[in-house]
């Protein structure tokens, strides 16, 4: 079992500032790419940004010079910095994790989500 444990939502004005912080855990052999996505209220859910296990970063337009994503040295932690908040920020934020597990007959990768957390922000 893999399980991916999100932190860091909130209330937040215009102009601030969050992190929000993923940690996998369980059974975990290999972690590729993590990142984060998010979801507005009526809206699909869209591409924030990810970084690989070699640390190559991608960002949605939105996004680009305000937030910053990272790993942990052990990779089994990604974060999400957020600086320079709009209220279109608002969203239930999501954490995804590709995973390779062991299994019987060898590895299996798979796509993990977290439970998600709000970032609100007012203007």
């Known amino acids: 079992q893999v399980q991916l444990v999100e932190s860091g939502g909130g209330l937040v004005q215009a102009g601030g500032s969050l992190r929000l912080s993923c940690a996998a855990s369980?059974?975990?052999?290999?972690?590729?790419?993590m990142g984060w996505y998010r979801q507005a209220p009526g809206k699909q859910r869209e591409l924030v940004a990810t970084?690989?296990?070699?640390?190559?970063?991608n960002y949605s337009d939105s996004v680009k010079g305000r937030f910053t994503v990272s790993r942990d040295n052990a990779g089994n932690t990604v974060y999400l910095q957020m600086n320079s908040l709009k209220p279109e920020d608002t969203a239930v934020y999501y954490c995804?994790?590709?995973?390779?597990?062991?299994?019987?007959?060898?590895?299996?990768?798979?796509?993990?989500w977290g439970q998600g957390t709000q970032v609100t922000v007012s203007s």
């Open positions: 970084i690989t296990a070699g640390s190559t970063t």
């Open positions: 995804n994790a590709q995973i390779t597990s062991k299994v019987v007959y060898g590895t299996i990768r798979r796509n993990y």
């Open positions: 369980g059974s975990i052999f290999s972690i590729n790419a």
